[in-house]
């Protein structure tokens, strides 16, 4: 079987890592390594994918990974990447959000057993802590100055550090020690804001425990017009179908930028590298085509991407009368007897993230409603655009919703 590492390098996730040909010769062996998800939502997001990917590949090759979702440094918040604070959770919340996430993992990783993966929820060591003891055992392992000049801590500075967020590093490096200690976990990954907090566990093994450990970062995703990964104008492209249809999951990636597909597919798909490539050489749609429906599968199963991947030929191409998996909104008959604003529907049915969006978006000429482009964004949508009780809105080329009047 292929090495993990050289498919992560081929595959273009490794932007960091600690003591590279030692970790490359721990890996010739079946090892334990743990990615960390703070359930501060019931979903995660596309941005979560690449760490969960990395650990699938790690499962596929042999190797164990724990999925560790963070109920309890979820309870402070991640100060890394964040220009404010983050909002305090309830412990309800944490605790509903962490049993949504680990539902939605299991379409990545196998939980079959406890030798072939585990996920654990770190509430289950953190909260029982006793503070003086710990910082008596582990606070005293941490240097404040190298603390503050770690990246994540360094940039909040400016703006504000609350000491709640300033515990994150020792509770994350306690995470490393207890999965180490208890699991023989070896190696930490994450994206490459996480780099202090790796490394900061990784010392704190080795002063408490004797043990050697790794770490491996990956990079931060952009697209390459600049933007985050994962977001769009009607906001985060979330995993959960109830947030994100798979019809609109399945728009989001056959809007990638054709740029980015080469780079998504390796990093999005389990296609070979061969694979994606002979693709590519087929020409560019065809390769968003793939990546779309790969992406879409491995999250929402075949079915769903079939569905998808149906709705979006039946709406752009007019094949057939399949929109039953366009993402859907009921409006009552009396609001469209009177008429409703164009860029206000849009808006309403999520299209656009906001009136002001609807309204830009229709002026630059991008909204259309039964195939017809809106000549304003004050048009009125009524009764008159139902064709059998439906009415079928298009933003830009490819992302359409279908009203249905009831």
Not at 182 to 199: A, S, Y
Not at 233 to 261: C, K, M
Request: charged share 25%.
């Amino acid at each position: 079987m292929t090495h993990v590492y050289n498919i992560l390098t081929k595959r273009g996730f490794v932007e960091q890592v600690t003591d590279e040909k030692a970790l490359r010769e721990r890996l010739e062996s079946s090892v334990t390594c743990y990615a960390g998800f703070d359930p501060t939502a019931d979903s995660l997001h596309v941005g979560h994918l690449l760490p969960v990917m990395a650990l699938a590949h790690m499962q596929r090759c042999g190797h164990r990974p724990i999925v560790l979702v963070g109920g309890g440094t979820a309870l402070i918040g991640d100060p890394s990447g964040k220009n404010e604070m983050r909002q305090i959770l309830s412990k309800e919340d944490v605790q509903k959000n962490a049993d949504s996430i680990k539902a939605q993992l299991s379409r990545y990783i196998s939980f079959e057993n406890a030798e072939s993966a585990l996920c654990l929820n770190n509430t289950d060591w953190l909260t029982i802590l006793n503070y003086i003891d710990f910082l008596r055992d582990i606070g005293r392992h941490f240097s404040v100055n190298r603390m503050l000049a770690a990246e994540s801590y360094r940039v909040r500075l400016e703006t504000g550090l609350n000491f709640i967020e300033f515990n994150y590093m020792l509770l994350q490096s306690y995470d490393f020690l207890h999965l180490y200690k208890e699991h023989d976990c070896m190696l930490q990954i994450g994206g490459n804001d996480q780099w202090g907090n790796i490394v900061a566990g990784i010392d704190l093994v080795r002063r408490v425990a004797g043990g050697d450990t790794f770490g491996l970062t990956f990079p931060l995703i952009t697209t390459a017009s600049g933007t985050k990964m994962g977001k769009t104008e009607a906001g985060a492209v979330w995993l959960d179908p109830e947030r994100t249809s798979p019809y609109n999951y399945y728009q989001f990636w056959i809007n990638t930028d054709d740029r980015d597909v080469e780079r998504f597919l390796l990093y999005f798909t389990f296609l070979s590298v061969e694979d994606i490539r002979a693709e590519l050489d087929r020409g560019i749609q065809k390769a968003k085509g793939l990546l779309a429906f790969e992406a879409t599968r491995l999250s929402h199963g075949e079915e769903a991407a079939q569905q998808a991947r149906q709705a979006a030929l039946s709406a752009f191409y007019g094949e057939g009368d399949n929109l039953g998996s366009l993402p859907t909104t009921t409006i009552e008959k009396s609001v469209l007897q009177e008429g409703i604003a164009a860029f206000i529907l849009f808006a309403q049915t999520g299209l656009c993230g906001s009136r002001a969006a609807a309204r830009r978006l229709i002026a630059e000429g991008g909204g259309y409603v039964n195939g017809e482009r809106l000549e304003s964004f004050e048009d009125s949508i009524s009764l008159a655009h139902s064709k059998d009780g439906i009415i079928v809105l298009r933003a830009g080329k490819k992302r359409f919703h279908k009203v249905v009047v009831e």
